[in-house]
């Protein structure tokens, strides 16, 4: 047996040869080297009826961040109530105070309330991108701007040491996310009322799900203005109060209890849709394994592929409009997949498919229709557009330690 290089030949002959092949074939059966790696084992679905959801807004800017204007925190949250938000997150530019959250958005006096829950939070501002955090509790932020000009991978070991959630801010444009998307948890693929400049955001998304990273889809109005009290204080930017603020556009989380560890956890686990503001339709996603007629996952969850037809069932739930049509639009895999046209009440439509026992599958939906009234935010309706809702997917052989 002869073997070339770039010095000439190299004879094996043999013991040597013998070796060399049994080398070879070790390395063919070797799963490393010769067969893809086998998935960990999937945790089980959670139950479908053992939560509650709940709705809000994961990026909002008070008076702690210096381009923001008339949003005192005590307005924020006055406002989140009166349009029943059940949680809400205070972003804040953490480069405004100098990564210190805690001494300013946090310890503002008005940073409380009886009935309205309260993550902590902070938008990081780099030079290469915004990122919202996401905590049920205090932790100490200012190690996370200490790190944010060094190396991903000393981003993430302070971010998993921090035990907080973090999430790609609108991760194309001027402020995108620079960083790599192995050190995040979610991403903002709706960003502000302005549907329409959520484009990359969402191919982003299909990018990431296509390669394997399952990152949970979400929403933030990122508004900065509130109402001035009187015309005196009203600024150059007080007009966008009225098209885009706490609610535009909402996101829905099936938490298992009505806390912010469980909001957090939600988000992270990716049982999350979003709607265009409180009073919009929410939309539900989920999947009956073996067609009995109950339904045995919904969107954010993952398991393995059968070889079986899968039946899927859409439903919007909440404020419809009673003569309103709506599009469902599916998409599998970043691929339209199929366009069905509902209306009534508590519009459902079913689909079957199924998902291939090789590679990943995953689908999610959106849902297109009459915009619904957004009084307290009335110019936002225009600025959404026919975007109502859209979904989390619902996954297929996705490795959870990918």
Same mark, same amino acid.
């Given at each position: 047996?002869?073997?070339?290089?770039?010095?000439?030949?190299?004879?094996?002959?043999?013991?040597?040869?013998?070796?060399?092949?049994?080398?070879?074939? %070790?390395?063919?059966?070797?799963?490393? +080297?010769?067969?893809?790696?086998?998935?960990?084992?999937?945790?089980?679905?959670?139950?479908?009826?053992?939560?509650?959801?709940?709705?809000?807004?994961?990026?909002? =800017?008070?008076?702690?961040?210096?381009?923001?204007?008339?949003?005192?925190?005590?307005?924020?949250?006055?406002?989140?109530?009166?349009?029943?938000?059940?949680?809400?997150?205070?972003?804040? =530019?953490?480069?405004?105070?100098?990564?210190?959250?805690?001494?300013?958005?946090? %310890?503002?006096? $008005?940073?409380?309330?009886?009935?309205?829950?309260?993550?902590?939070?902070? /938008?990081?501002?780099?030079?290469?991108?915004?990122?919202?955090? +996401?905590?049920?509790?205090?932790?100490?932020?200012?190690?996370?701007? *200490?790190?944010?000009?060094? &190396? *991903?991978?000393?981003?993430?070991?302070?971010?998993?040491?921090?035990?907080?959630?973090?999430?790609?801010?609108?991760?194309?444009?001027?402020?995108?996310?620079?960083?790599?998307?192995?050190?995040? $948890?979610?991403? $903002?693929?709706?960003?502000?009322?302005?549907?329409? &400049?959520?484009?990359?955001?969402?191919?982003?998304?299909? *990018?990431?799900?296509?390669?394997? &990273?399952?990152?949970?889809?979400?929403?933030?109005?990122?508004? =900065?203005?509130?109402?001035? /009290?009187?015309?005196?204080?009203?600024?150059?930017?007080?007009?966008?109060?009225?098209?885009?603020?706490?609610?535009?556009?909402?996101?829905?989380?099936?938490?298992?209890?009505?806390?912010?560890?469980?909001?957090?956890?939600?988000?992270?686990?990716?049982?999350?849709?979003?709607?265009?503001?409180?009073?919009?339709?929410?939309?539900?996603?989920?999947?009956?394994?073996?067609?009995?007629?109950?339904?045995?996952?919904?969107?954010?969850?993952?398991?393995? %592929?059968?070889?079986?037809?899968?039946?899927?069932?859409?439903?919007?739930?909440?404020?419809?409009?009673?003569?309103?049509?709506?599009?469902?639009?599916?998409?599998?895999?970043?691929?339209?997949?199929?366009?069905?046209?509902?209306?009534?009440?508590?519009?459902?439509?079913?689909?079957?498919?199924?998902?291939?026992?090789?590679?990943?599958?995953?689908? &999610?939906?959106?849902?297109?229709?009459?915009?619904?009234?957004?009084?307290?935010?009335?110019?936002?309706?225009?600025?959404?557009?026919?975007?109502?809702?859209?979904?989390?997917?619902?996954?297929?052989?996705?490795?959870?330690? +990918?």
């Amino acid at each position: 047996m002869t073997f070339k290089n770039t010095k000439g030949p190299i004879l094996f002959t043999g013991i040597k040869c013998t070796v060399l092949l049994l080398t070879i074939v %070790a390395c063919i059966s070797n799963p490393v +080297f010769g067969q893809s790696k086998k998935m960990a084992k999937l945790p089980p679905i959670a139950s479908l009826t053992d939560g509650v959801w709940l709705k809000g807004d994961l990026h909002v =800017h008070s008076r702690h961040s210096k381009e923001s204007s008339n949003n005192p925190v005590a307005k924020i949250i006055a406002f989140s109530r009166s349009v029943a938000m059940d949680y809400i997150c205070i972003t804040d =530019h953490d480069n405004h105070v100098d990564g210190d959250v805690a001494h300013n958005t946090w %310890a503002d006096p $008005e940073f409380k309330s009886d009935s309205l829950l309260l993550l902590y939070g902070a /938008e990081w501002t780099t030079t290469r991108g915004h990122g919202n955090v +996401f905590s049920a509790k205090p932790y100490d932020h200012k190690r996370l701007y *200490d790190v944010r000009d060094q &190396r *991903d991978t000393v981003i993430g070991r302070v971010k998993n040491k921090l035990g907080i959630h973090l999430s790609a801010n609108h991760p194309s444009g001027k402020d995108h996310f620079g960083y790599s998307y192995d050190i995040i $948890e979610s991403i $903002e693929v709706w960003n502000s009322a302005i549907w329409s &400049r959520n484009a990359n955001a969402i191919m982003i998304w299909d *990018d990431m799900l296509s390669s394997g &990273r399952k990152l949970t889809g979400r929403g933030g109005s990122d508004a =900065h203005h509130g109402n001035p /009290e009187t015309p005196d204080k009203a600024t150059a930017n007080s007009g966008q109060a009225k098209a885009n603020y706490v609610g535009t556009p909402t996101t829905w989380v099936f938490a298992v209890k009505r806390t912010t560890q469980a909001v957090v956890d939600a988000l992270t686990n990716g049982r999350v849709s979003i709607s265009a503001n409180p009073y919009a339709p929410r939309v539900e996603f989920y999947a009956d394994l073996d067609q009995d007629g109950k339904m045995d996952m919904m969107m954010g969850d993952n398991t393995r %592929a059968t070889g079986k037809p899968v039946k899927f069932r859409v439903q919007l739930t909440g404020n419809t409009l009673p003569d309103g049509n709506y599009t469902i639009n599916v998409v599998k895999n970043g691929s339209k997949f199929g366009t069905y046209q509902v209306t009534g009440k508590t519009p459902v439509v079913e689909f079957t498919d199924t998902p291939a026992t090789t590679g990943r599958s995953y689908y &999610r939906v959106t849902v297109e229709g009459q915009a619904t009234n957004y009084p307290q935010v009335p110019q936002s309706m225009a600025l959404s557009g026919s975007m109502v809702a859209l979904s989390n997917p619902i996954c297929f052989n996705f490795d959870p330690n +990918f």
